[in-house]
């Protein structure tokens, strides 16, 4: 089973509306944590926000903010005013264990178009 | 910010070449480096983790011999493809994280686009 499932491919959102980027995860470790990165087509990996499993708030960095359901295991990311510069690949990432060596395991992205 | 310098920032060269990438943390020491392949239009795939002064560990599937990775400092990783070929033509991607405490995130570097003719 995929461990971070995200389900939209391709979103299309309108400059200065906000949007909702889907993101699912599987874990049985209680202890867990979940990223968001942002791509460029130039590539570099950009770290937006991070959501640990004992957090009790959502977490919010300026305009992005992370709906964290932990009953449903979802963590889809909010981008609120959205500007053509958000145009980029977004990946969901989940590190599993506390304090942890592991990695990071990524999604498969969704391709955000802002249009003008 | 943390930051990850990533060198070089593109390779195109002819088969059977060995080609070294740089990977440094510029403003923190990284205990651990992850190194990544792209390909087009889809997710970073994992192909090892590396500690510094350890060997690396590599992901099934992934040629050690093909893919050799050094991490003899803090601060520094390579990843050199040995003899390569139009198949390893790809985005490889550097990452490093200061700690292991869960908020830590993980830095990238800007990636090296690989180009075997």
């Known amino acids: 089973a995929q461990k971070i499932t995200q389900t939209q491919p391709g979103m299309f959102v309108q400059e200065k509306e906000a949007v909702t980027l889907d993101c699912t995860y599987d874990t049985s470790d209680p202890s867990y944590g979940l990223f968001w990165y942002k791509q460029p087509s130039s590539g570099e990996m950009i770290f937006l926000i991070y959501?640990?499993?004992?957090?009790?708030q959502n977490a919010t960095e300026g305009r992005y903010s992370l709906n964290f359901q932990k009953a449903r295991k979802s963590a889809n990311l909010v981008i609120s005013a959205s500007q053509l510069g958000d145009s980029a690949m977004y990946f969901c990432a989940m590190r599993e264990g506390a304090g942890s060596q592991g990695n990071l395991i990524f999604g498969k992205g969704t391709k955000l178009s802002v249009k003008p | 910010g943390a930051v990850v310098s990533q060198h070089p920032s593109r390779v195109i060269c002819k088969s059977g070449t060995s080609v070294k990438i740089e990977c440094r943390s510029l403003?923190?020491?990284?205990?651990?480096m992850f190194w990544y392949r792209q390909f087009p239009k889809q997710s970073l795939m994992l192909m090892a983790t590396?500690?510094?002064?350890?060997?690396?560990?590599?992901e099934q599937g992934v040629e050690k011999d093909k893919f050799l990775i050094n991490h003899a400092s803090l601060t520094l990783s390579t990843l050199t493809v040995t003899s390569a070929h139009p198949e390893d033509s790809s985005f490889y991607i550097c990452s490093a994280r200061a700690g292991t405490g869960m908020p830590q995130p993980q830095h990238f570097g800007d990636g090296t686009r690989l180009s075997i003719l």
């Open positions: 959501q640990g499993s004992y957090d009790q």
């Open positions: 403003d923190f020491q990284a205990t651990t």
């Open positions: 590396s500690n510094e002064g350890s060997k690396a560990t590599y």
